[in-house]
């Protein structure tokens, strides 16, 4: 398999406090990976140091290259609650971004361009509503035009921070599968995710941060009262019929 991302001594400092401490893993193509930890953990600090995005010290390397260099190769989905809905622009427009890494600065968007948007907001169940203000939407709506958008960009690599908070279950539904879809199609995808009772549903392999790495591997490995206890400080129980985790802190 080939190593899509290397993350080696990765560190984050806010002022005086350290936000991620040191944490180094290496990624495979074609598998679904679920970023966990507590508030505060560093997940989605995590994900801005890989991209670029956060000030940090140690080296990422995409596809064995700096990943500066693989900007078309990587898509990235924010919060929700860092977008401005109130921006007057077009679901169409925004999933037409997704190929701006592609078009150069002197050339508009071709026929090509066209056909990608519309296909992928198709595939998001989201192409009739391609001539609305992205504000007009639902909150589910509104993450499944995103997706759209990186979908449009073509890339091997997807970072998604939080993207099932606060949408409906249709959204959640179309959005899992269509990330299942780009793993099944040799993409890596980096999801960070709070709902542990979909996390053996939902993902290949497991990270595990609270600050610093406390593991990663494949979910039946990781997914562990022990393991998760170390991530969360705190117990673990078990309850339900199919005995899922729940973290109870300390």
Not at 8 to 34: D, H, T, W
Not at 156 to 163: A, G, H, I, T, V
Not at 222 to 231: A, D, F, G, N
């Amino acid at each position: 398999m080939t190593d899509v991302l290397k993350v080696e001594s990765l560190s984050v400092f806010y002022e005086k406090n350290q936000a991620v401490n040191n944490i180094s893993f290496r990624a495979e193509e074609g598998n679904l990976i679920g970023i966990i930890g507590p508030n505060g953990a560093g997940k989605s600090t995590l994900i801005k140091a890989i991209l670029g995005l956060e000030k940090a010290t140690g080296n990422v390397s995409v596809f064995g290259e700096n990943v500066n260099d693989m900007r078309k190769k990587i898509s990235y989905v924010p919060q929700r609650n860092q977008i401005d809905w109130d921006f007057p622009v077009l679901v169409e427009d925004v999933v037409k971004m997704g190929r701006f890494t592609h078009i150069p600065w002197y050339k508009k968007s071709g026929k090509k361009d066209v056909e990608i948007v519309i296909e992928s907001l198709d595939k998001v169940g989201m192409l009739d509503y391609r001539k609305r203000q992205i504000g007009e939407l639902s909150g589910g709506q509104q993450q499944r035009v995103f997706i759209a958008r990186a979908l449009a960009q073509h890339a091997d690599l997807f970072f998604l921070d939080e993207p099932f908070v606060g949408i409906d279950v249709t959204s959640e539904e179309i959005i899992i599968n269509l990330l299942r879809q780009l793993r099944n199609e040799g993409k890596t995808v980096f999801v960070v995710h709070h709902d542990l009772s979909k996390v053996e549903q939902y993902f290949d392999q497991l990270l595990l941060i609270n600050k610093e790495l406390i593991e990663f591997g494949a979910v039946k490995k990781v997914y562990q009262p022990e393991i998760l206890s170390k991530t969360y400080k705190g117990s673990i129980q078990l309850f339900g019929a199919n005995e899922n985790m729940m973290v109870v802190s300390d």
